[in-house]
Nanobody, 125 residues
Framework: QVQLVESGGGLVQAGGSLRLSCAAS????????MGWFRQAPGKQRELVAA????????YYTDSVKGRFTISRDNAKNTVYLQMNSLKPEETAVYYC??????????????????WGQGTQVTVSS
């Protein structure tokens, strides 16, 4: 079992930045591909970014490319999402998730095995 706890959410003005953290416990995350998702009210959960086990490969949904950066520190058992130039439409609950055993970023939501409880990000206009 892997427990994931997100932090770093909050209220920010449009154009601002936030850095989300996802701290894992129970097992080392070096065995897992990791992802960040978000879910806005009334919308489906969507993958924002994903990173391979080693951190050498990343994936971003088109709308965040060039503004968001996913990274990981396996020694600290933590994954990060740096979000710059935030937009009001990106207001959502952001979730961290772990997918067992793959060496590439995982882009299919149902392939993720463990989920955090989420952290709220609110971007004001």
């Amino acid at each position: 079992q892997v427990q994931l706890v997100e932090s770093g959410g909050g209220l920010v003005q449009a154009g601002g930045s936030l850095r989300l953290s996802c701290a894992a416990s129970g097992r080392t995350i070096s065995s897992y591909s990791m992802g960040w998702f978000r879910q806005a009210p009334g919308k489906q959960r969507e993958l924002v970014a994903a990173i391979s086990r080693s951190g050498g490969m990343t994936y971003y949904t088109d709308s965040v490319k060039g503004r968001f950066t996913i990274s990981r520190d396996n020694a600290k058992n933590t994954v990060y999402l740096q979000m710059n130039s935030l937009k009001p439409e990106e207001t959502a609950v952001y979730y961290c998730a772990a997918a067992m055993g793959l060496h590439t970023p995982v882009v299919v939501t149902t392939d993720y095995d463990y989920w955090g409880q989420g952290t709220q990000v609110t971007v004001s206009s």
